[in-house]
Every structure is written in C-alpha cells, then in structure tokens.
C-alpha cells in the first residue's frame, strides 16, 4: 500500500516524504530503488494548508478558505532509514531517490524482523497489534537495560513482563525491591525467592565496615586504630576466642581493652563512639548468623530483596555490598579459569536515582558503576529502573545499551535520556509525552530495529497498583451504616426502646 513519495533532498539517513493519507508515527515502511529494499520508520508527522498559513491574520478570510480549502490540506512526514531488508539490515551508501514511492512495511517483513534467537516478548507493535514484538535475550544480560518512565506509565508492570520472560530460561533475576512490590508477586515461569535484607558483618571488607562506622578519609590516627580492630576482630573470630559473635562489638571491646590499658586516648574513644552510633544505626541488617547474600540466589527464581522496610543509607549499603561480591566473585572465578557462567545473575535495581544519584556521591553508585562497566565481562547483567531519569547518573545511564522508554513528559528528563542513547533521535523523543500508559520505544542491541511497543499486561499477580483511595472510604460509609444499624438491632432485642 503506497502512503507517500520521497521529495526534496535525501540522505543515507533520513527522506522526507508527502502524502494523501495520514499514516501512524511508528509505522514500518518500505521503499525500493536501485535494487534495494529498505526499510524506514515514520518518526514524524504535520499537517499543513498553504492557503491557510500563519500569515493571513484576517478572520473572515481565513473562514471562508476554510470552508472551500479544506481538500488542499497536505500531510508531509519524516523517515528514519534503518537498512536495507536485503543485505541484514545495513545502512544503504546511496541515497533513496527523489520521487520514489513509500509503501507500508508487510506483516511478513516484520514478522521476520522480530524473530530471534532467544526471545524476549514484550508485546505486539503500537499500530499493528497482530505483530508481535520480540528482542534478543543475551544483549539485554550482557550489555545492560534501561526502563524509565514517568509515575503511572506502566513501568512496574514491564519490569514484571521482563522479570516472567527470563525466568523461563532458568536465569536468576536479582531484584533490589525498594518498595516491596515484588516480594509477594506471583510469576507464571518462576517462583519468588525473598531474601531478607542482612549481612552478616564477617563478609564485609575493611572499607566497607570503615564507611558504615564513617571514619573519614583524612582521620589517619583513627583509621590506624580502625585498621588494627578490624583485623584482630577477624582473627578472634576466626580462632573461637571472641566473646561474642558481634562484629562490630568485638572490635568495640579490642578498642575498649586498648584503651583501658594505654589510657584514655580521645582517637580511640571517638572510634568507639563512631562504632556505637553505627550498632545502633545498622543493628537491623547486621546478622551473625546467615552466610554471604550471594549464596541465598537460586536458578530460575525471581531473587528479591526486600528493601521496603529500610531507609536509603541502609539500602546503599546492601546494593553496593551484593554488587562488589558478585563482581570479586566472578573475577575469582575468572583467575581460576572456572566457568563464569555459573555466577552470572541479572541485578535490576529499582529507584535507581536513588541508588545512582546524579549530584550524590553513594557507595551503591560507585558499584553500580563498576558493575555497569565490568559486568559484561563477568556474566553480570544490569537493569536501572527509574521515574525520574533526569536524576540518575549520567555514566550508569549512558552503559545501559538498551532502552525501553515508556511516557516521559518532563523535558529535562528526555534531554538526559537522549544524552546517554546514541540512537534515540529528537524526533522519537517528541513522541514520548504523547505515549499512552504500557506504550514505550524501545532500543538497543536487543531489536534490530526502533520500536514502538504496546507492552503486554502482566499475566501474573504483583502489589504496586495505585491505591483506590475512594472505593475504600466510600464502602467505609456503608460500613459504618451497617455497624450502627446492627447495634440498634442487638438494643432492640434486648427489650431497650429509643
């Protein structure tokens, strides 16, 4: 079905075309020139009347041009060329012709377009709902995702999407629910595995016990005093001689003795008070008696943990402690020569302009980072979640090769996102305040091609709907009618008159 012709200047990238029929930004077409097939996608739409033009300020002329003009309406649209359908997809190194008809793309081409490997289905295109749309799984793991949305787009509910998708690959999914919206989900390919949000302090390395008790980087005397506590903590542990399996306590005990013995030194009284505040701060994530979190993750599961219950400097802790030992982990595994594959876990970190602030220095973005950069080597994927893009950090972002974009209405918010996307142009991201709720353009290594997805509904049960705040207090009205009538009921019956 021909919607358009190819006029003005061209180029390897971009035609412009006029039509007599409004076609769909989103839509999938086809133009055939010197032997190739290409494909291209309608990025951008306008309507226009060149008796009507902003020029004529005159009311009563503007009407009656209205009224016999109206046939002289033309619609003019921008392609994104994507490549040639008959050599995979690569860009053609001469231009489409001027004058060169614009078909609509057929199902069959997309169908084969769509088809891979290992698929991940999303949904089915936003203008062809008989199209399925399915990415590539091993990109997504390997090369990192994005999903950002404004409140109310559909993110969680594509979050669930993907999570059900990699579970039917036996994958484990690591899931940093801050909210607790998974924890009780219902997955139709996998079950949900909650871990509790502990650490059991024998796992933590020096710098990450000196950060939680805030010695600072300059306090070299109370680091010293630090340093040599932590390490014959360790070794009292380790050997049965300690008095108590608290960490943190034993070595507030060593300090103590030290103390006691050489005099009241106020740098070991100040590391004292510092590991005091931090028993009292963290005791709730503090637990002897569990092994390293890393052990807890089980194949095939949806992993989660909890984070609802903790504030946001206990959460960083957790985040950044779980993404360093994974990453020494697989870096072990890979001295050793031993199969990475076999600790490969896919992190997706919800919040994550909390957990990778753009403005704040945290431990979690430092690993969330490292990860971001590193975990392709090491079988280490990542997922950022985030409603508030602009507020991310902006190196994180910008190694997440894959993106799915669902409604973004704030323009400080597309303007971050196109700054980390090579290949999210200007004119996909005018479309993104226009995005109705669960519709995203998708992007990346994962598709072959940009897309404009209606993301499928979650098949499974999660928490994290909105509230339905009327229904609750309206049927409490009745409630309470019900309440009262029953007890003029029972008074009544007890032979009471009012």
């Not at 306590?249 to 009284?269: F, R, T, W």
């Not at 799915?404 to 005018?430: F, G, Y």
Request: glycine share 6%.
């Amino acid at each position: 079905m021909v919607i358009g012709i190819c006029i003005g200047e061209t180029s390897l990238t971009h035609v412009t075309f006029i039509s007599d029929k409004m076609p769909n930004v989103g839509e999938y077409v086809t133009m055939e020139y010197n032997g190739k097939k290409v494909l291209g996608m309608i990025e951008n739409l306008i309507m226009g009347n060149d008796s009507l033009n902003v020029d004529i300020n005159d009311f009563k002329a503007i009407q009656k041009i209205s009224r016999i003009g109206a046939e002289e309406n033309y619609i003019k649209g921008k392609v994104k060329i994507l490549g040639d359908v008959n050599d995979n997809l690569k860009l053609p190194r001469t231009p489409v012709l001027p004058g060169t008809e614009i078909k609509l793309a057929d199902n069959e081409l997309l169908d084969e377009i769509f088809k891979v490997k290992n698929p991940i289905k999303l949904g089915c295109l936003v203008n062809q709902s008989d199209v399925e749309v399915n990415v590539e799984a091993n990109p997504i793991l390997s090369r990192h995702l994005a999903i950002l949305a404004m409140t109310g787009a559909g993110k969680s509910n594509t979050v669930s999407v993907l999570i059900d998708q990699f579970l039917r690959y036996n994958l484990p999914i690591f899931v940093f629910d801050m909210h607790g919206e998974y924890k009780d989900a219902v997955f139709p390919n996998g079950e949900v595995n909650v871990i509790r949000p502990k650490i059991n302090p024998h796992y933590m390395s020096f710098h990450e016990i000196k950060k939680l008790v805030n010695i600072g980087a300059n306090s070299y005397i109370q680091e010293r005093h630090f340093r040599r506590a932590f390490h014959e903590a360790k070794e009292s542990l380790k050997n049965g001689v300690a008095q108590t399996n608290n960490f943190l306590q034993v070595m507030y005990d060593i300090l103590e003795n030290k103390s006691l013995e050489e005099g009241s030194d106020k740098q070991i009284v100040d590391v004292m008070n510092k590991i005091d505040d931090a028993m009292i701060k963290y005791s709730n994530i503090f637990d002897k008696n569990i092994g390293n979190i890393l052990s807890s993750i089980k194949k095939g599961h949806a992993n989660v943990l909890d984070l609802s219950q903790v504030d946001e400097s206990v959460a960083s802790v957790l985040v950044s402690h779980i993404l360093r030992n994974a990453l020494q982990r697989s870096k072990d595994a890979a001295s050793k020569g031993e199969n990475l594959i076999e600790n490969s876990v896919f992190f997706i970190l919800e919040e994550a302009h909390i957990l990778a602030p753009k403005k704040r220095e945290t431990d979690s973005k430092k690993w969330i980072q490292r990860v971001a950069r590193e975990g392709r080597k090491f079988g280490l994927g990542l997922c950022l979640v985030s409603q508030s893009p602009k507020t991310v950090d902006h190196d994180a972002l910008s190694q997440m090769n894959n993106m799915i974009i669902l409604r973004l209405v704030e323009p400080e918010d597309q303007r971050h996102v196109q700054s980390a996307s090579e290949s999210l142009s200007k004119d996909l991201v005018d479309q993104l305040p226009s995005l109705n709720v669960g519709e995203a353009i998708v992007l990346g290594l994962m598709s072959k091609v940009p897309t404009l997805v209606k993301i499928d509904r979650f098949k499974g049960r999660r928490h994290g709907d909105d509230m339905d705040i009327i229904s609750h207090f309206k049927n409490s009205i009745q409630k309470e009618k019900e309440e009262i009538e029953n007890a003029q009921q029972e008074t009544l019956d007890m032979g009471y008159d009012y």
